[in-house]
């Protein structure tokens, strides 16, 4: 049974900062990929960033160079760090893990309950 607890959430002005987790536990062998979507109403979602096992990584450009994404596969934590925020960040952010179940090897992926990231004045 594979969880994916998201934390970080908040309001923050223009400039600020702010750090996401998620948390992944359960039965898991492996985690290929974890990443972040954002979704801001009356817009397509959109992938923010994802790495890989190997710690390859990959940004939308909007937000190369100002946000960061890391992992700690012993915590199966994947963490997206959020600077010089702008208004356009303001979203809703759900981060999925393409997970490898123990029991089987199978693979699936699963997705976090959503933190809203508010960025104003």
């Known amino acids: 049974q594979v969880q994916l607890v998201e934390s970080g959430g908040g309001l923050v002005q223009p400039g600020g900062s702010l750090r996401l987790s998620c948390a992944a536990s359960?039965?898991?062998?492996?985690?290929?990929?974890m990443g972040w979507y954002r979704q801001a109403p009356g817009k397509e979602r959109e992938l923010v960033a994802r790495i890989d096992s190997g710690g390859s990584t990959n940004y939308a450009d909007s937000v190369r160079g100002r946000f960061t994404i890391s992992r700690d596969n012993a915590k199966n934590t994947v963490i997206l760090q959020m600077d010089s925020l702008k208004p356009d960040d303001t979203a809703v952010y759900y981060c999925?893990?393409?997970?490898?179940?123990?029991?089987?090897?199978?693979?699936?992926?699963?997705w976090g309950q959503g933190t809203q990231v508010t960025v104003s004045s």
């Open positions: 999925y893990a393409n997970i490898q179940y123990r029991v089987d090897g199978s693979t699936y992926r699963h």
């Open positions: 359960g039965s898991i062998f492996s985690i290929n990929v």
